[in-house]
């Protein structure tokens, strides 16, 4: 008997996940119709052929040759050297004997690394479940005598796994889930059992819920942001605003977060572009991730109020990742922060516009995770990071209770009409770990940022 080997799972952050899966073995991918499930076999084969393993694909369908053939067009990651070798599905449901001597010399034929049978659960649809039972003890037999690693699709409910006999077979078992909270769409992937898997992630993968993203272009998951509590940092960071690095007696702790709140047109943005550019200036790494401007309009608003960006860019000091409102997922958010924090690791961020990550995740308890997670993440990077976020109603209150809660530091910034004129005004609301003044102060925006007066 060959032993089993640890080889990676092809699919974008699953290796994160569960570090990776064991061969052979068989894989069980259950969940209900569009959540996914063919994407992800279909993207692991695609990836683990480019790496040079033998793959076979085996959907049970009704399709022909040629259509199916269009169909697996649209997958646009697809790679030829995938084999393709369909199984007619009425002919699977009503004599899965014929069914499984075809799988059988197919799979003797082809010899593949790794398999895909999708789905399995219509095999045998109209056996009594003795029968049933029987035929997939011999298919499991079977399957694992090509050592190969399985994967096998089934159009399930997480409530009838249990009861299915692949499941009770099965080494791993991944359960895909969509679910719609208003105008939002959350998909989520659980592993439910899996064989072999070794710590750090055996304490993770099987008792979290990650989410996932899937299209014509692949299937993704995103690991849950990973950090370890640090010791608070020594030093203070510039805001690059004199007087409010003197309310706060020298600066804000390096490592810590800032959230700065107000109206449309109060000068948030501003504020954390001044804070980039003091870190610049002072030789610092230093990313900006917004929702409002593209890069070159940042840079001509930055220009306008006198600071030149575009040097910090072609020098790689500065990174500038946008957004488009309507395509946040807040998973796929969180790990292109991690990812320019490992790769460019700068010691300042600006994230400005939190606000439209927290409107994605209806479920407050969800919301303040991911928050605590995300503060806690760059704090153990040792990164100084500025958010920024909205009152709502005109009432001086944050948009997110939850988010002023979690940082370290809140400013308000505010305007209002008087007789003589708009007039603005500057509040330090907490200071976490630093005295601070708590005073209200007028100020003005000019060239070279904000000015306290």
Same mark, same amino acid.
């Given at each position: 008997?060959?032993?089993?080997?640890?080889?990676?799972?092809?699919?974008?952050?699953?290796?994160?996940?569960?570090?990776?899966?064991?061969?052979?073995?068989?894989?069980?991918?259950? #969940?209900?119709? #569009?959540?996914?499930?063919?994407? @992800?076999?279909?993207?692991?084969?695609?990836?683990?052929?480019?790496?040079?393993?033998?793959?076979?694909?085996?959907?049970?369908?009704?399709?022909?040759?040629?259509?199916?053939? @269009?169909?697996?067009?649209?997958?646009?990651?697809?790679?030829?050297?995938?084999?393709?070798?369909?199984?007619?599905?009425?002919?699977?449901?009503?004599?899965?004997?014929?069914? /499984?001597?075809?799988?059988?010399?197919?799979?003797?034929?082809?010899?593949?690394?790794?398999?895909?049978?999708?789905?399995?659960?219509?095999?045998?649809?109209?056996?009594?479940?003795?029968?049933?039972?029987?035929?997939?003890?011999?298919?499991?037999?079977?399957?694992?005598?090509?050592?190969?690693?399985?994967?096998?699709?089934?159009?399930?409910?997480?409530?009838?796994?249990?009861?299915?006999?692949?499941?009770?077979?099965?080494?791993?078992?991944?359960?895909?889930?969509?679910?719609?909270?208003?105008?939002?769409?959350?998909?989520?992937?659980?592993?439910?059992?899996?064989?072999?898997?070794?710590?750090?992630?055996?304490?993770?993968?099987?008792?979290?819920?990650?989410?996932?993203?899937?299209?014509?272009?692949?299937?993704?998951?995103?690991?849950?942001?990973?950090?370890?509590?640090?010791?608070?940092?020594?030093?203070?960071?510039?805001?690059?605003?004199?007087?409010?690095?003197?309310?706060?007696?020298?600066?804000?702790?390096?490592?810590?977060?800032?959230?700065?709140?107000?109206?449309?047109?109060?000068?948030?943005?501003?504020?954390?572009?001044?804070?980039?550019?003091? #870190?610049?200036?002072? #030789?610092?790494?230093?990313?900006?991730?917004?929702?409002?401007?593209?890069?070159?309009?940042?840079?001509?608003?930055?220009?306008? /109020?006198?600071?030149?960006?575009?040097?910090?860019?072609?020098?790689?000091?500065?990174?500038?990742?946008?957004?488009?409102?309507?395509?946040?997922?807040?998973?796929?958010?969180?790990?292109?922060?991690?990812?320019?924090?490992?790769?460019?690791?700068?010691?300042? /961020?600006?994230?400005?516009?939190?606000?439209?990550?927290?409107?994605?995740?209806?479920?407050?308890?969800?919301?303040?995770?991911?928050?605590?997670?995300?503060?806690?993440?760059?704090?153990?990077?040792?990164?100084?990071?500025?958010?920024?976020?909205? /009152?709502?109603?005109?009432?001086?209150?944050?948009?997110?209770?939850?988010?002023?809660?979690?940082?370290?530091?809140?400013?308000?910034?505010?305007?209002?009409?008087?007789?003589?004129?708009?007039?603005?005004?500057?509040?330090?609301?907490?200071?976490?770990?630093?005295?601070?003044?708590?005073?209200?102060?007028?100020?003005?925006?000019?060239?070279?940022?904000?000015?306290? @007066?």
């Amino acid at each position: 008997m060959s032993e089993l080997r640890e080889i990676p799972c092809h699919i974008d952050g699953m290796d994160e996940i569960v570090g990776g899966f064991k061969s052979p073995s068989i894989i069980l991918i259950a #969940g209900t119709a #569009g959540v996914g499930k063919t994407t @992800m076999a279909l993207q692991m084969l695609s990836n683990a052929a480019k790496d040079g393993e033998k793959t076979l694909y085996i959907p049970i369908t009704t399709e022909n040759s040629d259509r199916l053939k @269009m169909y697996l067009s649209t997958f646009e990651f697809l790679d030829e050297s995938v084999e393709v070798h369909e199984i007619n599905r009425p002919i699977a449901e009503k004599d899965p004997l014929s069914t /499984l001597i075809e799988m059988d010399n197919t799979i003797s034929s082809t010899k593949p690394d790794r398999l895909v049978i999708d789905p399995i659960t219509p095999i045998g649809f109209g056996f009594v479940e003795q029968e049933r039972r029987r035929f997939f003890y011999t298919l499991d037999s079977m399957v694992r005598e090509s050592n190969s690693l399985v994967f096998l699709t089934g159009e399930l409910m997480k409530d009838e796994i249990h009861n299915y006999v692949v499941s009770h077979l099965a080494d791993g078992i991944i359960y895909l889930s969509r679910t719609n909270q208003g105008m939002q769409t959350s998909n989520q992937m659980e592993v439910l059992k899996m064989t072999g898997v070794q710590p750090p992630y055996s304490n993770e993968c099987m008792t979290q819920k990650f989410n996932y993203m899937v299209s014509t272009q692949g299937f993704r998951a995103y690991p849950n942001l990973k950090y370890e509590e640090q010791a608070p940092e020594n030093g203070k960071v510039e805001t690059g605003i004199d007087e409010v690095d003197k309310m706060l007696n020298g600066g804000i702790p390096a490592g810590s977060s800032i959230l700065v709140g107000g109206e449309p047109g109060t000068g948030k943005t501003i504020m954390g572009w001044q804070f980039i550019q003091q #870190g610049l200036e002072n #030789g610092e790494n230093c990313a900006i991730i917004t929702f409002y401007e593209s890069v070159d309009q940042i840079i001509k608003a930055t220009g306008d /109020l006198g600071w030149d960006l575009q040097p910090y860019i072609d020098e790689e000091k500065l990174s500038i990742i946008t957004y488009e409102t309507e395509k946040i997922c807040y998973a796929e958010y969180s790990n292109r922060i991690s990812n320019i924090v490992e790769e460019k690791k700068p010691s300042r /961020l600006l994230i400005d516009g939190l606000v439209n990550v927290e409107i994605t995740i209806i479920d407050p308890v969800k919301r303040r995770g991911f928050l605590h997670s995300l503060v806690g993440y760059l704090k153990s990077h040792s990164v100084t990071t500025l958010f920024t976020t909205e /009152l709502f109603g005109g009432a001086e209150k944050i948009r997110s209770k939850e988010s002023s809660f979690i940082m370290d530091n809140v400013i308000l910034l505010k305007q209002t009409d008087t007789e003589k004129g708009m007039k603005r005004q500057f509040q330090i609301i907490k200071s976490r770990g630093t005295a601070s003044e708590p005073l209200i102060k007028e100020y003005r925006i000019k060239e070279g940022g904000i000015e306290i @007066m």
